[in-house]
């Protein structure tokens, strides 16, 4: 998971208000999220992680077998997540390549409604009033196919374009 302060400073708050779920795994606050398939990581013995019983406090070198699994993870997590997706305009780029299945896996939910904040940020030829009015209508028709999973997303969007168009300058 990465938060850009940015997006999550304009997000957060109103979707909070309108009571739609925002928050990402684990209930952290996030912009982006990726599940990155550890198990490819062949050189990480994985028997020094989960429920170990065995793994004692003072066994030196079960702890240090540990630590460097760890630390290949997070070598292997800052490459392929944190160092690729480190700006916006590098979120904006890549979620430009993807299907609309792995955008809706890659911004933390309501995804939508997150990218198109992101686009609004990076992308200069970006048509505001289209866009938003294009996602409202998208939201309203989803919430009442299915109101549980969309309910107030359509007005959190209304809102968030207000928002934007009354207190952001692009520069």
């Known amino acids: ?21 925002f ?3 684990s209930g952290y606050q996030a912009t982006i999220q990726h599940v990155l398939i550890l198990k490819d990581l062949l050189s990480i013995d ?14 030196e070198n079960s702890i240090r077998n540990f630590f460097v699994a760890m630390k290949k993870l997070v070598a292997y ?3 392929n997540f944190f160092s690729k997706y480190a ?11 993807m299907t609309p299945q792995e955008r809706g896996e890659f911004f933390a939910a309501p995804a939508p409604l997150r990218k198109i904040v992101v686009d609004y940020y990076c992308d200069k030829d970006f048509d ?11 939201l309203q028709s989803a919430e009442v196919a299915y109101p549980s999973v969309f309910k ?16 952001i300058k692009k520069s």
């Open 152 to 167: 107030n997303q359509a007005q959190a969007t209304r809102e968030i374009a207000e928002y934007i168009q009354m207190n």
């Open 77 to 79: 997590a800052q490459i």
């Open 128 to 138: 505001f009033v289209s866009r938003f009015d294009e996602l409202v209508k998208e």
């Open 1 to 21: 998971m990465k938060c850009f302060k940015p997006i999550e400073d304009i997000v957060g708050p109103i979707l909070k208000r309108n009571e739609v779920s």
């Open 23 to 25: 928050k990402s795994y």
């Open 46 to 59: 994985y028997s020094s992680f989960g429920d170990r019983k065995d793994l004692a406090i003072n066994d």
């Open 87 to 97: 700006t916006l305009v590098d979120v904006f780029e890549s979620s430009d390549r």
